[in-house]
C-alpha cells in the first residue's frame, strides 16, 4: 500500500512541478533520513527571514511559561508589530508572477493523497482585510473550492491585494455579486449566501461548504478536516439550540439599516413561514452539498430567507433555523433532544468571556483567554495554543495578526509540519 501511495504521489508532482522541476529536485544532495525531505521545500523552516522566528514556538506549543512570556513581551512591542505587516503593495506586486509567488509563499499546488483528491471541499470566505492570505495559505488545496467576498467598504489596495492574489488559483474566486457587509444585519447573510450560489453553480463536485471570516483559523490540516467530514456520513454539525428568551426580540421586531448601522424600527414581525420554529446558532456551518441545495431551492428555506431579511443578527438563527427542517439533507429533527451546541459542533470554537473561568470550576466553559477580548470573544494569543490544538473543532475563531501575530505564526507552523509528516 505504501509504495502505491508514493507512487501515486509521484505521479502527482510530476504533473505539478513538471519533468524539469523533478530532475532538479532529484538531483539535491540528500543527508541523512527525513521523512518530510519528498516535500521539504514546502516546509516552514526557521532558516526563513521573518520576525517572527524568534519565537520558540515548539515550546509554545506545549506551554512552556518562558516561551508564551517572551511571546507576550513581542505582542506590545512597536518595532515588532511593524516587521511582521505585510503591505498591500507586496501582494500586488509578488502576483505579477504567479508560479513565483506559489513557490515562494508555499502553497500546496498538488493533492497529497488520494483520499484528500476524491473529497474536495468548498469555501465561502468572507474577508475585508490582507490577512486573508494566511488563511487561504493554510486551508488551500488544488482539489478544493474557494468564494472569495471582500467588503465594499474595504479599501481599494485590500480589493487590490486580495484579487491579485484569487488571479493566481484556477479555483479561487470572487463572488460575482459584493454587499457591503453590516455588523448585526442581513447583508452578512446575504455575502454567503452569494458565494453559496457561485460554489454550487461551479463545475468541482465538491462534497461539504465551510464558510470562513478572515480572522478565522484553521486547527487541523486538510486531511483531517476531510476525515472528519466524512465520520459525519452526510449529516451536518453545527450550533442549532432552542432560542433563548434574551434573543427574542431579534427575531420579533422589525430593523432596519440606518446609515450603515442597524437600528430597530418599532414594528412586530409576522411570525415565521410555515410556522416554523427558529433556533439558535452561529454564522459559521459545515454542511453537505444537499443542504447548499436545499438553502436555495427550498420554497420554505426561500421563504425563511425573505422573512429574516429584517431582523436583528439573522446569522446567529438562519443556519440553525434551516438544520431543523424536515427533509433538508443532514438535518436534525426540531425536538430539543436534537439540540447541539457549539462545544459539541464542529464547525468553530469561540471562546465567549462569560464563559471563562479557572479549571475545575464548575461553572467555566473555557479557560482565560491568554490574548485579549473583542465583543465578550476571545482574540486568542500565543498562551492559548496549547487548549486550541486538544479541541475536537475544525476551525477557531478569533485570531488577529495585528494584535498577536505569533499565534498565527506557530499554528501555520504546526500545521504544515503536520500536513507533510502525514504524506
Excluded at 489596495?157 to 491579485?164: D, E, H, K, L, Y
Excluded at 484556477?170 to 452569494?194: C, I, T
Excluded at 452539498?289 to 420554497?299: A, M, P, Q, T, W
Amino acid at each position: 500500500m505504501k509504495l502505491l501511495k508514493h507512487g501515486w504521489l509521484l505521479l502527482k508532482l510530476t504533473v505539478a512541478l513538471g519533468f524539469l522541476g523533478i530532475l532538479s529536485l532529484l538531483s539535491r544532495p540528500k543527508i541523512g533520513w527525513d521523512p518530510t525531505y519528498r516535500f521539504s521545500w514546502l516546509e516552514y523552516t526557521d532558516a526563513e527571514d521573518i520576525p517572527e522566528k524568534v519565537c520558540n514556538c515548539s515550546a509554545i506549543l506545549q506551554g512552556e511559561s518562558e516561551a508564551v512570556e517572551q511571546a507576550k513581551i513581542l505582542t506590545i512591542t512597536k518595532d515588532f508589530h511593524k516587521s511582521v505587516q505585510i503591505p498591500d503593495e507586496y501582494y500586488i506586486n509578488a502576483t505579477q508572477d504567479c508560479r513565483e509567488f506559489k513557490l515562494s509563499r508555499k502553497y500546496l499546488t498538488f493533492p497529497l493523497s488520494q483520499e484528500e483528491e476524491e473529497f474536495p471541499l468548498a469555501y465561502s470566505m468572507v474577508v475585508h482585510h490582507k490577512t486573508f492570505e494566511r488563511l487561504l495559505r493554510a486551508i488551500y488545496a488544488p482539489q478544493n473550492i474557494y468564494c472569495v467576498h471582500v467588503d465594499k467598504k474595504s479599501e481599494a489596495s485590500v480589493f487590490s491585494a486580495i484579487s491579485a492574489i484569487t488571479s493566481c488559483f484556477p479555483n479561487v474566486f470572487m463572488v460575482s455579486k459584493a454587499v457591503n457587509v453590516v455588523y448585526a444585519a442581513w447583508p452578512r447573510v446575504q455575502a454567503d449566501l452569494n458565494c453559496m450560489a457561485d460554489l454550487y453553480n461551479a463545475k468541482t463536485k465538491w462534497k461539504y461548504f465551510i464558510n470562513l471570516c478572515g480572522q478565522d483559523f484553521p486547527l487541523k490540516t486538510n486531511l483531517e478536516i476531510v476525515r472528519a467530514l466524512r465520520s459525519l456520513k452526510g449529516g451536518n454539525s453545527l450550533e442549532s439550540e432552542k432560542l433563548p428568551e434574551e434573543k427574542q426580540r431579534r427575531v420579533s421586531n422589525v430593523y432596519q439599516i440606518v446609515d450603515g448601522k442597524i437600528q430597530e424600527k418599532g414594528k412586530t414581525k409576522e411570525p415565521p413561514p410555515f410556522n416554523l420554529p427558529i433556533m439558535s446558532g452561529n454564522a459559521y456551518i459545515v454542511v453537505n452539498r444537499g443542504y447548499i441545495r436545499s438553502v436555495l431551492e427550498d420554497k420554505r428555506v426561500l421563504a425563511l430567507i425573505e422573512w429574516a431579511k429584517d431582523t436583528y443578527s439573522p446569522d446567529e438563527f438562519i443556519w440553525a433555523t434551516i438544520q431543523r427542517i424536515p427533509g433538508v439533507p443532514g438535518s436534525t429533527l426540531p425536538n430539543r433532544k436534537y439540540d447541539m451546541t457549539d462545544i459539541n459542533a464542529i464547525a468553530r470554537l469561540v471562546k465567549w468571556q462569560s464563559h471563562e473561568g479557572p479549571l475545575g470550576s464548575l461553572e467555566t466553559v473555557y479557560p482565560v483567554c491568554q490574548g485579549h477580548h473583542v465583543r465578550s470573544i476571545c482574540v486568542y494569543g500565543a498562551g492559548d495554543l496549547q487548549w486550541l490544538l486538544k479541541q475536537h473543532h475544525l476551525f477557531a475563531n478569533k485570531f488577529d495578526t495585528e494584535t498577536d501575530p505569533i499565534a498565527v505564526y506557530c499554528l501555520e507552523k504546526y500545521l504544515r509540519q503536520k500536513t507533510l509528516l502525514a504524506t
